[in-house]
T-cell receptor
């Protein structure tokens, strides 16, 4: 069963705009991760946020976590065409272990 | 540094045939995983391994077997392929997570079609 659901399923923006993707999950978690997948490639880890953290930054990425609402958001600022990809959230589903449960993903298209 | 390498990249099988997918990592990672990715469903964990000689079932293990005879290799076997196993298969690896969850590193996948 899928733990996370990303919203929206697809997002189309222009270069320079910000992109926000949301992830909702069902069970309590110890941590949540975001991954990027370019077309035809494997997933690449972007950022990890622990359940006791509310916000985390990495370059143009900003992740927030609201455990009371069981949701997380990924913000990409000043998007570039190279950011075109699918983005997935993944949680440990409360196990504290490495077995990740992935969401269904958001497809982001950034047009020049 | 190749990271995680999967072979083959593409394969077409007939129903009932068997095959083995190979995953190799050169990062000395303890943990390795096999996922399948189907349209609209994200990734689902098939089997995983926390060290050489150990394997465990994930979310969707039926119809698959795995082996981890060497630390750097993790094999996924389909004994009798079925059309429902048509999917993209991803292997991943990570450091041991005794004290903190570690990011997983993925290969580029094996696209498997079963007719």
């Amino acid at each position: 069963s899928q733990q996370g659901e990303e919203d929206p399923q697809a997002l189309s923006i222009q270069e320079g705009e910000n992109a926000t993707m949301n992830c909702s999950y069902k069970t309590s978690i110890n941590n949540l991760q975001w991954y990027r997948q370019n077309s035809g490639r494997g997933l690449v880890h972007l950022i990890l946020i622990r359940s006791n953290e509310r916000e985390k930054h990495s370059g143009r990425l900003r992740v927030t976590l609201d455990t009371s609402k069981k949701s997380s958001s990924l913000l990409i600022t000043a998007s570039r065409a190279a950011d075109t990809a699918s983005y997935f959230c993944a949680t440990d589903a409360g196990t504290g272990f490495q077995k990740l449960v992935f969401g269904t993903g958001t497809r982001l298209l950034v047009s020049p | 540094n190749a990271g995680v390498t999967q072979t083959p990249k593409f394969r077409v099988l007939k129903t009932g045939q068997s095959m083995t997918l190979l995953c190799a990592q050169d990062m000395n990672h303890e943990y390795m995983y096999w996922y399948r990715q189907d349209p609209g469903m994200g990734l689902r964990l098939i089997h995983y391994s926390v060290g050489e000689g150990t394997t465990a079932k994930g979310e969707v293990p039926d119809g698959y077997n795995v082996s981890r005879l060497k630390k750097q290799n993790f094999l996924l076997g389909l004994e009798s392929a079925a059309p429902s196993q048509t999917s993209v298969y991803f292997c991943a690896s990570s450091y041991e997570a005794a004290y903190a969850v570690q990011p997983q590193h993925f290969g580029d996948g094996t696209r498997l079609s079963i007719l």
